[in-house]
């Protein structure tokens, strides 16, 4: 399976944070937010990655991230030259995507809980068509609603409406066979002029293909599109790291853990960084290792 994370766009409701600088590169408390889409991705085994930027910010992603290769894995970079919706995606990376299965994550999207690595291993093993997850909240009014039955095969998706039909809504996080490319190619532009994600999911909803996957209690999924979400996510993971000792979305330790460093390799990571807290825990995590 291929990965791909979606950090274009303005990022205009962070304006003036984001008048110059890439929403995604902006901290959440201790790291660059596509650090966290990024773990998510190295937890769920994926190792080929697609990061989709704009002309200006491409060359700051590579600059931070590089090739991938220090932690194990294989980094791309695809130029979005406006921004054409989420489902742009599959057509700007069809020929990354060549013939495998794909998940997509958007770049904004923080999500943290022990059963995370569990629910994402399941989602490729299970992958039948697509899947997308549900995560409750009190005003799905909202966001995009998603229905489903006993069986979590999904019966609509509503963006934003009056009268939800759940309470659950659908996150930044899509698993997709290998089908999505051609479906994707066929979208008809909305009103907007993008190629919605929804047009994509209801296509597979259309062919009884399209499954959701649960994201209950004990699963936390953050929004950093405003000010006020990009607070409440620092502080979040600030507790998180203070209170529990380790932390959150360390890209270094998921590659090590994943197996696709070795210890010495995790340990060469934290002494680059040995003057931060972030690099001192690389290299606490590589000496117990030993």
Partial sequence: MKGIILAGG??????????????????????PMIYYPLSILLLAGIKDILIISTPEDTPLYEKLLGDGKRIGINLTYKVQDTPR?????????ADFIGDDSVCLILGDNIFFGQNMTLILQN????????????????????FGVVEFDENNNV????????????????????????????????????????????????????????????LG???????TGTPQGLLKAAEFVEAVQSTQGF????????????????????????????????????????????
């Fill in 10 to 31: 303005h990022g205009t409701r962070l304006y003036p944070m984001t008048v110059a600088l890439s929403k995604q590169l902006l901290p959440v408390y201790d790291k």
């Fill in 85 to 93: 919706g989420l489902a742009d995606a599959f057509i700007l990376g």
């Fill in 123 to 142: 989602a490729i093993k299970d992958l039948d068509g697509a899947t997308v997850f549900g995560y409750p909240v009190k005003n799905p009014k909202a």
């Fill in 155 to 214: 019966l609509s998706i509503e963006e934003k409406p009056e009268n939800p039909k759940s309470n659950f809504v659908v996150p930044g996080l899509y698993f997709y066979d290998n089908d999505v490319v051609e479906i994707a190619k066929n979208v008809k532009p909305s009103k907007r002029g993008e190629i919605e994600i929804t047009a994509v999911n209801n296509e597979y909803l259309s062919r009884k293909k399209l499954k959701v996957s649960l």
């Fill in 217 to 223: 209690r004990g699963i936390a999924w953050l929004d």
């Fill in 247 to 290: 932390y959150m979305s360390c890209i270094e330790e998921i590659a090590w853990r994943r197996g696709f460093i070795t210890a010495e390799q995790l340990f060469e990571l934290g002494q680059e960084l040995k003057t931060t807290d972030y690099g001192k825990y690389i290299i606490s995590i590589a000496e117990e290792a030993k």
